[in-house]
Structure formats: C-alpha cells, structure tokens
C-alpha cells in the first residue's frame, strides 16, 4: 500500500468521498478532493510538519486495524525500510509504531533481502533462483 493519507478539503469534499479520512489508494483516486499527505516517503517519516506526524499515526493506526486479533492478544509488528535509512529514521518508526503495538521489529529491506531471501532480487527481475548471490 502506498503510504498516502489525505483529509477531505471542506465539507462538500466529505461528503463527496463520504469518509473523514482516505488512505493509498483511495487517497489517490479522491485526491483533487483531499489534502493529501505522504508521511512515508521513501520508507523514511518526514518530520517537522505536525500534519505529517498526524499522518504517519493514522496510517498506522489504519494499518493496525486491517489486522485481526483476538482481544486481549499482542500486536506484534515487522516494518520493512530502506537498507540505506538513517539509524535515526529507524528510531523515529519505532517511536511512532510503539505506541500501537507489543513488539516491533524494524528490517532494513536490502539486507533482510540478500541474507534471508537469496533469490527475490533475481526473482523480482525473471529470473530462476539458483542458490545464494555471490
């Protein structure tokens, strides 16, 4: 999912799309009628603009409740960001993602990539894996 968010312009824009808030997607197709945000822009938090922060807490809170638990369960959360992210850009998902789950685990893409899953970058380009990478 794209990590777009956006909040209807006035009134008339909610009623148009009908809901308070639009996520991916969604946000996309609505967007002429949407204050749009993307607060995780290259997998990384934009930080400054307090409507980003709000952003990024929605979004997260969406995706938490695409996820079916039992009650009383842990949330328990794996975020997938780019090898190359700052360590601060990794402590700022998990200060933002704390606050809605149990455990987290934040995965640098590149490197879960070529130590656990050998073969996805030649997978993802059409061709048959055949062992590790060298």
């Not at 909610?14 to 809901?19: A, D, H, N, R, T």
């Not at 967007?31 to 400054?48: M, Q, T, Y």
């Not at 149990?102 to 061709?127: E, I, Y």
């Amino acid at each position: 999912m794209d990590s777009y968010v956006g909040w209807p312009k006035d009134f008339i824009a909610e009623k148009v799309v009908g809901k308070p808030i639009l996520f991916g997607k969604e946000a996309l197709e609505n967007r002429l009628s949407l204050n749009l945000s993307r607060p995780l822009a290259r997998g990384v938090i934009k930080e400054g603009l307090e409507k980003d922060e709000e952003a990024v807490r929605e979004l997260f809170k969406y995706l938490l409740d695409q996820v079916t638990t039992k009650k009383g369960e842990p949330v328990r959360a794996v975020v997938g960001v780019p090898a190359e992210s700052l360590k601060s850009s990794k402590i700022a998902i998990k200060k933002a993602f704390s606050q809605y789950t149990d455990a987290l685990m934040v995965v640098g893409v590149r490197t879960f990539c070529r130590g656990l899953w050998a073969g996805c970058a030649q997978q993802r380009h059409g061709h048959r894996y055949r062992g590790r990478h060298r």
